[in-house]
């Protein structure tokens, strides 16, 4: 089946640690993204990549970073930088020159 | 600073009835409009996209769209327990990457 994946579906972080976020896409999709959902909000991003080897900050970048080292995979990790991270996060994706984006799973993340 | 802007609800209709979502947006040049339907501890679907003015159906769903007024709405016709979920408007204002998601609607169907 075409899809996204995400992995894994619940992680807990501990204080200081760094956790990764797995997004894997078998539907040839150029453009890959993370968004940041909180209760009763709607999505922010976080990065976008539009090719291999290239990605941009979105609008809330500070304690995340990304790798784009493969077409299909567009890993996200949490840093300690990153206070509050407790949230739900989306991996999406879409073909370079179309804005309809769909959607993995996500990955809902707490703090220990 | 571009809003999508929704009413975060909960609607609440009977069903068979029809629900109307709204969405209004701030950036004139907006020129694709998305409904995506997201059930609770799930991921975003799309819906419909919309990208001219006036009405756009598919099947149960209603999409329409007045870029004068910066509104876009979505109509449920005969809406059942099953449409019962958090409704995200979403308007790219530029670029694949500057999609904006409003709140949501959170829309109950009471049988």
Same mark, same amino acid.
């Given at each position: 089946?075409?899809?996204?994946?995400?992995?894994?579906?619940?992680?807990?972080?501990?204080?200081?640690?760094?956790?990764?976020?797995?997004?894997?896409?078998?539907?040839?999709?150029?453009?890959?993204?993370?968004?940041?959902?909180?209760?009763?909000?709607?999505?922010? !991003?976080?990065?976008? +990549?539009?090719?291999?080897? %290239?990605? *941009?900050?979105?609008?809330?970048?500070?304690?995340? &970073? #990304?790798?784009?080292?493969?077409?299909?995979?567009?890993?996200?990790?949490?840093?300690?930088?990153?206070?509050?991270?407790?949230?739900?996060? !989306?991996?999406?994706? +879409?073909?370079?020159?179309? %804005?309809? *984006?769909?959607?993995?799973?996500?990955?809902?993340? &707490? #703090?220990? | 600073?571009?809003?999508?802007?929704?009413?975060?609800?909960?609607?609440?209709?009977?069903?068979?009835?029809?629900?109307?979502?709204?969405?209004?947006?701030?950036?004139?040049?907006?020129?694709?409009?998305?409904?995506?339907?997201?059930?609770?501890?799930?991921?975003?679907?799309?819906?419909?996209?919309?990208?001219?003015?006036?009405?756009?159906?598919?099947?149960?769903?209603?999409?329409?769209?007045?870029?004068?007024?910066?509104?876009?709405?979505?109509?449920?016709?005969?809406?059942?327990?099953?449409?019962?979920?958090?409704?995200?408007?979403?308007?790219?204002?530029?670029?694949?990457?500057?999609?904006?998601?409003?709140?949501?609607?959170?829309?109950?169907?009471?049988?």
């Amino acid at each position: 089946d075409g899809g996204i994946t995400q992995s894994p579906k619940y992680l807990f972080r501990k204080e200081g640690q760094n956790v990764t976020l797995s997004c894997e896409q078998n539907l040839n999709h150029d453009a890959m993204y993370w968004y940041r959902q909180d209760p009763g909000q709607g999505l922010r !991003l976080i990065y976008y +990549s539009q090719i291999v080897n %290239d990605f *941009q900050k979105g609008d809330i970048a500070e304690g995340y &970073s #990304v790798s784009r080292e493969k077409k299909e995979s567009f890993p996200l990790t949490v840093t300690s930088a990153q206070k509050n991270p407790t949230a739900f996060y !989306l991996c999406a994706s +879409s073909i370079v020159g179309s %804005d309809i *984006q769909y959607f993995g799973a996500g990955t809902r993340l &707490s #703090v220990l | 600073q571009k809003e999508v802007e929704q009413n975060s609800g909960p609607l609440s209709v009977p069903e068979g009835a029809i629900a109307s979502l709204n969405c209004t947006y701030s950036d004139r040049g907006s020129q694709s409009f998305f409904w995506y339907r997201q059930y609770s501890g799930k991921s975003p679907e799309l819906i419909m996209s919309i990208y001219s003015n006036g009405d756009k159906e598919d099947g149960r769903f209603t999409a329409q769209l007045n870029k004068a007024s910066q509104y876009v709405s979505l109509l449920i016709r005969d809406s059942q327990p099953s449409d019962s979920a958090t409704y995200l408007c979403a308007v790219n204002s530029g670029g694949y990457q500057k999609v904006t998601f409003g709140t949501g609607t959170k829309l109950q169907v009471i049988p």
